[in-house]
């Protein structure tokens, strides 16, 4: 660390750089690098991405997850960026070649938040209300709930959706709780929701460290701050979505929780009104003697498993999403 710059590739959005910033401040605790020491020696790149620039259409039309990772994919590979920090809720499933994940941070809190004022129920909400997102999965699970529901387009980072909301357009909307407590906006939050109300995306609340294949260096610098519970969870919960052809075109939620020996998972899909739901739930035992490599392909197996059957459940009603 102290004779090469380690340089760490960023969407420039604030929640991007904190979640940058926060990857930094975790390797210079573990290389005894003070405040000043991490900014010289650790660098942060900024990227502006496709998603980024994308306000006016869903991520459906304009190609998918992707949108939010190829320009650090590209710069990864060039070796402009030595590690990509992503939300690994918009990672495609499909890694680049030349790229792997040396690992997963601790994860945040993964509910969903009901933005919505001084209203702290969806049941509280105006007769008829109109909803602020850009996502199918929140779509359909709101329909759920509160089939009178209308919806209208919202883009952009956490700032410009909680200006959008307090300048009337809407009555709600849903942000990731991970995303408020990392901005240090958690007070903006009208309710966190339960996963029994609405199961979170696949991989929300995960921060994800890329970095090329074979960097043995960068790896075993990102080691000492990486989670190996997080990657588990997130080893089932991206093999359901990988299972499924899982895209910003299919409504999609699930929710790995590791307790002691035992993991809980829950994946489901729904239909894109709200009309059905299609759910797995399963337990995955993990005793001490498994390694983390066979822990990982046990959850992996376990959430592919998951997805495989309810894509055979729901057949053709499912198929016109994907």
Same mark, same amino acid.
């Given at each position: 660390m102290t004779q090469a710059l380690l340089t760490l590739g960023s969407r420039g959005s604030p929640l991007a750089l904190a979640q940058a910033r926060l990857t930094r401040k975790l390797i210079a605790g573990q290389s005894g690098l003070d405040a000043d020491e991490a900014k010289q020696q650790i660098a942060i790149k900024t990227f502006t991405t496709s998603g980024d620039q994308l306000q006016d259409r869903t991520l459906v039309e304009a190609g998918?997850?992707?949108? /939010?990772?190829?320009?650090?994919?590209?710069?990864?590979?060039?070796? +402009?960026?030595?590690?990509?920090?992503?939300?690994?809720?918009?990672?495609?499933?499909?890694?680049?070649?030349?790229?792997? =994940?040396?690992?997963?941070?601790?994860?945040?809190?993964?509910?969903?938040?009901?933005?919505?004022? +001084?209203?702290?129920?969806?049941?509280?909400?105006?007769?008829?209300?109109?909803?602020?997102?850009?996502?199918?999965?929140? +779509?359909? +699970?709101?329909?759920?709930?509160?089939?009178?529901?209308? /919806?209208?387009?919202?883009?952009?980072?956490?700032?410009?959706?909680?200006?959008?909301?307090?300048?009337?357009? /809407?009555?709600?909307? =849903?942000?990731? /709780?991970?995303?408020?407590?990392?901005?240090?906006?958690?007070?903006h939050a009208s309710a966190v929701l339960s996963t029994q109300q609405m199961l979170p995306s696949p991989a929300q609340g995960a921060i994800g460290l890329q970095i090329r294949t074979n960097d043995h260096k960068t790896a075993k610098i990102l080691s000492a701050i990486c989670c190996q519970k997080t990657q588990i969870e997130l080893a089932a919960e991206r093999s359901f979505l990988a299972a499924l052809d899982g895209s910003c075109r299919t409504p999609i939620a699930a929710l790995a929780q590791i307790s002691g020996h035992d993991m809980s998972f829950c994946g489901e899909v729904y239909a894109l009104d709200g009309t059905q739901i299609w759910r797995e739930q399963q337990k995955l035992h993990l005793p001490e003697f498994m390694n983390f490599s066979q822990k990982l392909t046990a959850a992996s197996q376990m959430g592919a498993k998951a997805g495989q059957r309810i894509a055979k459940l729901a057949g053709n009603a499912i198929r016109f999403a994907l």
């Open positions: 998918g997850k992707g949108l /939010f990772t190829k320009e650090l994919d590209a710069a990864l590979i060039a070796g +402009q960026i030595d590690v990509s920090v992503h939300s690994m809720k918009d990672v495609p499933t499909l890694e680049p070649e030349g790229l792997e =994940f040396a690992g997963m941070l601790p994860r945040e809190d993964p509910r969903e938040a009901l933005i919505a004022g +001084q209203i702290n129920s969806l049941d509280d909400l105006p007769k008829n209300p109109v909803i602020g997102t850009a996502s199918v999965r929140r +779509q359909a +699970q709101v329909l759920t709930l509160r089939p009178d529901a209308k /919806f209208v387009l919202l883009r952009g980072n956490v700032g410009t959706r909680l200006k959008r909301l307090k300048e009337g357009r /809407f009555d709600a909307t =849903f942000l990731a /709780f991970a995303g408020l407590k990392r901005l240090g906006m958690a007070e």
